[in-house]
């Protein structure tokens, strides 16, 4: 057993939501919403 699996590496994908309408997307680095355009927050990185 190891804890390592909460390592976050920017070459897999992750889920990403969007700020404005919500919609989820799985991805690696989303540049936008594609339902709105709005931008995405990774929801595995707390709101500072
Ligand atoms: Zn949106």
């Known amino acids: 057993m190891n804890q390592k699996d909460a390592e976050l590496d920017p070459q897999t994908e992750s889920t990403y ?3 404005d309408c ?3 997307v799985r991805a690696t680095a989303p ?3 594609p339902e709105c ?3 995405m927050r990774n929801r595995r990185t707390p709101i500072e």
Do not use: I, Q, W
């Open 17 to 19: 939501e969007c700020f």
């Open 22 to 24: 919500g919609t989820v």
């Open 31 to 33: 540049d936008a919403c």
């Open 37 to 39: 355009g709005a931008e």
